[in-house]
C-alpha cells in the first residue's frame, strides 16, 4: 500500500462522504432528495433536477457487465504493470451505471450481462478503490 505509486483522485467536498464510504467497503451513491434520482459519479448538483439537496444511498454492489473492453497497450507508463486490464461499465440494481475496471477473471470468460458485484482495494492510507468481479 506504501508504494502506491499511480494517480489518486482529487477529492472535493461533494465527493468526500463518497472516499469515506470506500474505506468503509461500502459503495455510495449521491440521491436527489428532491426528484429521487441516483447520481454517479458524485456532483455539487442533481443533473435532473439542478437541486444542491444531495444526500447518500449504499448500493447493494451488485449488478450486470454492461460493455467492458481489455485493454492491452497505449496506457501512461506507470500502469503498464497491470496491462492486460478490463474496463468495464457496469449497470447497478439501483439504476446507474458505472465505469470501473473488471478483476479477478479470465479474459476470455468475460460476456456482456454476467452478473458482477462490487470489491475493494486499498491503494493508500486515504484511499480506497473499487472494482467489480464476477459474482
Not at 482529487?10 to 447520481?39: A, M, Y
Not at 444531495?54 to 485493454?71: A, C, M, P, R
Not at 440494481?93 to 486499498?122: A, Q, T, W, Y
Request: charged share 25%.
Amino acid at each position: 500500500m506504501n508504494d502506491y505509486n499511480k494517480p489518486l483522485p482529487v477529492k472535493q467536498p461533494w465527493s468526500e462522504e463518497f472516499w469515506k464510504g470506500t474505506k468503509r467497503r461500502k459503495l455510495l451513491i449521491q440521491h436527489c432528495n428532491d426528484c429521487g434520482k441516483n447520481i454517479f459519479y458524485p456532483r455539487k448538483y442533481c443533473p435532473e433536477c439542478w437541486s444542491s439537496n444531495l444526500g447518500w444511498i449504499e448500493s447493494k454492489g451488485t449488478g450486470t457487465l454492461f460493455s467492458y473492453t481489455v485493454t492491452m497497450y497505449g496506457v501512461e507508463e506507470k500502469f503498464m504493470a497491470d496491462l492486460p486490464y478490463v474496463i468495464a461499465l457496469v449497470d447497478l440494481g439501483e439504476g446507474i451505471r458505472v465505469m470501473s475496471r473488471l478483476v479477478n477473471c479470465r479474459h476470455e470468460d468475460i460476456k456482456c450481462d454476467i452478473p458482477v458485484k462490487v470489491v475493494f482495494e486499498d491503494m493508500t492510507d486515504e484511499f480506497t478503490i473499487f472494482y467489480f468481479e464476477p459474482a
